[in-house]
């Protein structure tokens, strides 16, 4: 049985940013569910209503953008079906078709079921985008242990590669899945797939936890009437996906995936990484990062990625590994990133830098000395005394974007000699 641990996860408001964002705090006053909740709704509903076709450009290819967040919560003050159903609301308001045809509240657990859902909305055999929501995920987890195939064929499905079923009686043959899923579970039954070979084999760091919880106390006969937002933000949720649907190829502009690679990517590692029971549940993280942050710009209508968009993915990356440490008994967070994190402040604070006390202020459990050792052991970073008037001085940190490209080139270079 899991029994709560680690500190509850704090979600960043670097989340909300963009019209998503936007429409979760609209929706709030509305709902006793957690915004996060009602974000990665949304997020995964806009992942499956855009269809197959959009991606994030990578060096191995593209990247697909559909996203499988489960809710993690306690019942009844979890208020996990709240927050999922306000933005359902919204989703089939403006989607009406694409809700009735293409979203089941059903996620089969056998590789059978699974396979004759997609098959029974494929077109020649291309699957047609699902929405899978997923309110009883407890019992899929139980059931989905019993069966061999069901694991495998969710691999394929999040990957996108084509699913095949044969038997005497069957012979299915699902091209191009495009599957988004919204599941709810109980923190114990979550902490449950520890001991099962899909959290090792890779079916469950593909699904992405997050904690929610009763956000506040609505009157049961005074309550706002939301049906006119509900309204209002479905034709905007249908403005983001008709746009998106025209899209193929979203794109990291060079000066974006540097700051990536030095900041993003340093952050998400340190979290993820040299810790092995963490790293089971966490192995898609860079992945997901990606993903998200292509679902931000496509949200927006654009089709390059921009800074904002990684920061709001690594808040919900960020939020994600907390709910991991948070519910799951036997991992424990190392607390590795908080170098990454540190300096991705200091480069965040742009040429005007950030000083010692803005730093201790924001990374209150980290001693000034261990903050010292870790500005004094990156390159990046040039350090000043500021004057002051009385008391001991304050320490300005300022990152250095030149060692960075300087950096870069020598990779480079040093790529060149080996090739």
């Known amino acids: 049985m899991s029994c709560l641990t680690n500190e509850m996860p704090v979600a960043n408001p670097d989340m909300f940013q963009g019209p998503l964002g936007k429409m979760v705090e609209e929706l709030d006053k509305y709902t006793e569910g957690s915004m996060v909740g009602v974000l990665v709704t949304f997020l995964s509903g806009f992942s499956a209503a855009v269809g197959s076709l959009p991606g994030v450009g990578t060096g191995k290819g593209s990247m697909p953008l559909s996203f499988w967040p489960v809710l993690v919560g306690p019942t009844g003050v979890g208020r996990k079906g709240t927050a999922t159903g306000i933005a359902m609301k919204v989703i089939e308001s403006g989607l009406e078709s694409f809700f009735q045809n293409n979203v089941s509240y059903n996620l089969p657990a056998t590789g059978l079921g699974f396979a004759n859902e997609l098959a029974e909305r494929a077109i020649r055999g291309v699957s047609s985008p699902m929405l899978f ?192 440490t948070y519910t799951l008994p036997e991992v424990e967070a190392s607390g590795n990133e908080i170098p990454a994190r540190i300096l991705a402040f200091i480069q965040g604070a742009g040429p005007e830098g950030v000083t010692s006390t803005e730093v201790a202020r924001k990374f209150q459990r980290v001693r000034a000395a261990e903050v010292r050792a870790i500005t004094d052991a990156s390159e990046f970073v040039t350090t ?36």
Request: proline fraction near 3%.
């Open 133 to 324: 929501i997923s309110e009883e995920m407890d019992e899929f987890i139980a059931n989905a242990k019993r069966d061999t195939k069901i694991g495998g064929y969710l691999r394929k499905a999040w990957d996108g590669s084509t699913i095949g079923h044969r038997t005497s009686q069957v012979d299915l043959q699902i091209h191009k899945p495009h599957v988004a899923i919204v599941g709810h579970v109980q923190p114990k039954n979550w902490g449950a797939i520890s001991g099962s070979r899909d959290a090792t084999g890779g079916t469950y760091n593909r699904f992405f936890p997050v904690w929610v919880l009763q956000s506040k106390k609505l009157p049961v006969f005074a309550s706002a009437n939301p049906d006119k937002v509900i309204e209002r933000l479905g034709h905007r949720f249908r403005s983001m996906v008709n746009f998106a649907q025209e899209v193929t190829d979203l794109n990291v502009p060079m000066a974006v995936a540097k700051i990536f690679e030095t900041r993003h990517r340093e952050i998400c590692d340190a979290m993820t990484t040299g810790n092995e029971q963490l790293g089971q549940y966490t192995e898609r993280a860079m992945a997901y990062m990606i993903r998200l942050a292509g679902l931000y710009a496509l949200a927006d209508k654009r089709t390059e990625l921009t800074v904002g968009d990684f920061d709001a993915a690594l808040a919900l990356i960020t939020y994600m590994v907390e709910t991991v």
């Open 384 to 419: 000043s005394k500021l004057r002051s008037e009385g008391g001991r001085p304050a320490t300005l940190f300022t990152w250095i974007e030149e060692a960075v490209e300087e950096s870069a080139v020598a990779v480079e270079l040093d790529q060149l000699v080996a090739a």
